[in-house]
């Protein structure tokens, strides 16, 4: 698609400049668009570079623009160069994918010729990851077509991006890294994952934790409820070899309560298979050529004013940076568990990066929560209470801090220990 077209009577037609809400603009394109015939327009580029060859084009409205678009689906106008911090990128993750003991290819071309991936990796049990690395802008609907492209063909993407806001992030596979000079891809400095991977978190709704249960708005439930943290410690060379490896794999959420648009995750085999045990939802791909650019934005929550300050956001517009899509922030799984979370299985080692490296090398598991500490339940019957003497109360009998054993504890001459263990403890310190 172009902005730009060539008519044999009018000539060069920019359609950008267009407003459909103008009489004029709008007289216009009616009288052009559905009403061409093949040959009346012409494609600006290839009349500059081949003029005896032209290509025709016709018009057609792309989400509400004017926009003109070759007859022939194969025309492809060269792109800028790729620059050297791409290629060198793109030949550290092909290194990567070869060290974990799998074949990758640059610049690999679909059997149809619509697609051409940076780098495709060969991974186990037939899995084809198609690496695409994009430093420079690329619109989401550029990013969602391409997707959706590699999808169709097999392949499971994973895009790679240094920018915070890039508008690949949470529209599609994505990992971010810091901005880095060309010298730290070729190198082989550690080029660590800020963005994109995340390990599930399990944390027990009681009164140690500060915040109101998520599923009540209220108190505590006394269960297990899940967050998807950012993952520390990953390496981008090391997620290269798990996702070929389908140690980690790619995870599609909708929006939900909490969240404001749909988030796409890596995340370990592990921590996937816990979370879909745990949750109902169906989930799989989003559809087709979907993207979510009518997501609400954050409230500026600007103080009440009575000023205009229209202008005076113009004269600031140049000011503000853009608005960064990876928030880095904990997100929300929606699942709550009733009982402690198991044990997450041993992970398997990766192959080693280099033929020096250590055979026990491998990829950092998530966390899991602390062991859960005994709940001090006091006993509510009577029985209870007559098992330590008619002289304690019913509800204040409770196991000793030190043999375990049923003891007068709690209320008025309470004591954490037994009788017998403080005749203990009095003969050591004498004895002492």
């Keep these: 698609m172009a902005h730009g077209v060539f008519h044999r009577i009018l000539g060069a037609i920019n359609l950008s400049e267009l407003d459909l809400d103008v009489p004029s603009d709008r007289r216009l394109w009616e009288s052009l668009y559905g009403k061409t015939s093949k040959g009346d327009l012409e494609c600006l580029k290839c009349r500059e570079d081949d003029p005896g060859c032209p290509q025709f084009m016709f018009l057609r409205l792309w989400k509400g623009r004017p926009m003109a678009v070759h007859y022939s689906t194969s025309i492809r106008h060269p792109t800028a160069p790729e620059s050297p911090r791409h290629k060198a990128l793109k030949e550290r993750i092909a290194r990567a994918a070869q060290r974990a003991g799998f074949t990758a290819e640059l610049e690999a071309q679909g059997a149809k010729g619509r697609r051409r991936t940076d780098v495709l990796v060969h991974g186990a049990d037939g899995t084809q990851l198609g690496c695409e690395i994009q430093l420079s802008y690329a619109t989401a609907q550029a990013v969602a077509k391409r997707t959706d492209i590699a999808r169709a063909d097999g392949l499971s993407p994973l895009w790679t991006t240094d920018d915070a806001s890039a508008p690949l992030i949470e529209r599609t596979p994505w990992t971010r890294i810091d901005k880095m000079p060309l010298e730290a891809f070729s190198s082989g400095n550690a080029l660590l994952v800020r963005g994109g991977v995340k390990d599930l978190k399990l944390k027990k709704c009681d009164s140690r934790n500060p915040l109101p249960c998520p599923d009540h708005g209220y108190g505590r439930c006394n269960h297990w409820h899940g967050t998807w943290a950012p993952t520390l410690g990953m390496h981008l060379d090391h997620l290269i070899g798990a996702t070929a490896a389908n140690e980690y794999l790619p995870l599609y959420i909708p929006a939900q309560q909490g969240r404001r648009r749909p988030a796409h995750l890596w995340v370990s085999a592990q921590d996937r298979e816990r979370y879909?045990?745990?949750?109902?939802?169906?989930?799989?791909?989003?559809?087709?050529?979907?993207?979510?650019?009518?997501?609400?934005?954050?409230p500026e929550r600007l103080p009440l004013s009575r000023e205009c300050a229209y202008q005076q956001r113009l004269e600031e517009k140049e000011k503000r940076g853009p608005v960064a899509r990876d928030t880095v922030a904990i997100l929300p799984a929606g699942i709550t568990l009733t009982d402690p979370p198991l044990p997450a299985p041993p992970q398997k080692n990766l192959r080693p990066l280099s033929s020096t490296a250590p055979a026990s090398t491998s990829l950092p598991t998530s966390a899991l929560p602390p062991p859960k500490r005994p709940v001090r339940r006091p006993p509510t019957t009577s029985a209870s209470s007559l098992a330590v003497g008619p002289q304690c109360p019913p509800g204040e009998a409770g196991p000793c801090a030190c043999c375990r054993q049923l003891t007068h504890r709690y209320g008025k001459g309470g004591n954490p220990l037994c009788q017998l263990c403080r005749a203990r403890r009095a003969a050591s310190e004498a004895g002492g």
């Design 276 to 298: 879909l045990d745990a949750t109902a939802d169906t989930l799989a791909d989003p559809e087709p050529g979907t993207v979510d650019d009518h997501a609400p934005a954050e």
